[in-house]
């Protein structure tokens, strides 16, 4: 059985660099399609992005010119960077995976606990 | 984006009872629909994907139905640990969205 679980500070000051990582266990980092998700009272649960098996990556495009997704193999581990945060981007941030074998790739069926990010100086 | 529109934002229902959401798209998204259940302090957990297909472990008592824009998710023999936010997303193309949640009460 897949788990994640998502680390990372839990405070960012506006205009810095938010980075969070997603430990994977119980299988290969490599085996999946990973994705970032976030949930705010005010935007609801939004995608932020997805990662494939062969590295190429897909982004919101209000999100594209911020963010960035990756996966460190060896750590098995995936991870988000997103720049120049304001308030805005407070949120519950989720990292999600999806097996490849499944017929729809943009349905997420394992998820990380999820991690409060605050953006405050 | 594709909008996704949830009626009721919210109900209230009793063990045993029927209980039928309601999720509309703004463009035809075929069956590439799921949804997921959430509950207070966890992430969302999906129980339906491709409008109708249950996840592995999701009891029978949930269904799911509809094609296009129109979409149903349905829990007969309301249990007590039904209760949550209920979401749907499409997954027809990105950026993926979702609707902005039923609550379930359980009485």
């Known amino acids: 059985q897949v788990r994640l679980q998502e680390s990372g500070p839990g405070l960012v000051r506006p205009s810095g660099t938010l980075s969070l990582k997603c430990s994977v266990s119980?299988?290969?980092?490599?085996?999946?399609?990973w994705s970032w998700l976030r949930q705010s009272a005010a935007r609801g649960l939004e995608w932020i992005g997805r990662?494939?098996?062969?590295?190429?990556?897909y982004y919101r495009p209000s999100l594209r010119s911020r963010a960035t997704i990756s996966v460190d193999t060896p750590e098995n581990q995936f991870s988000l960077t997103l720049t120049s945060v304001s308030a805005a981007d407070t949120a519950m941030y989720f990292c999600?995976?999806?097996?490849?074998?499944?017929?729809?790739?943009?349905?997420?069926?394992?998820w990380g606990q999820g991690i409060l990010v605050t953006v405050s100086s | 984006d594709i909008e996704m529109t949830q009626s009721p934002s919210s109900l209230s229902a009793s063990v045993g009872d029927r209980v039928t959401i309601t999720c509309r798209s703004s463009?035809?998204?075929?069956?590439?629909l799921n949804w997921y259940q959430q509950k207070p302090g966890k992430a969302p957990k999906i129980l339906i994907h491709?409008?109708?297909t249950l996840k592995p472990g999701v009891p029978g008592r949930i269904s799911a139905s509809g094609s296009g824009t129109e979409f149903t998710l349905s829990i007969s023999g309301l249990q007590p640990e039904d209760y949550g936010t209920y979401f749907c997303?499409?997954?027809?193309?990105?950026?993926?969205?979702f609707g902005q949640g039923t609550k379930l009460d359980i009485k």
């Open positions: 999600a995976g999806v097996d490849p074998s499944a017929s729809d790739l943009l349905h997420f069926d394992f």
């Open positions: 119980g299988d290969s980092v490599s085996n999946f399609y």
């Open positions: 990662i494939d098996l062969s590295g190429e990556t």
């Open positions: 463009e035809n998204i075929e069956r590439y």
């Open positions: 491709e409008a109708s």
């Open positions: 997303q499409q997954s027809s193309v990105t950026p993926v969205t």
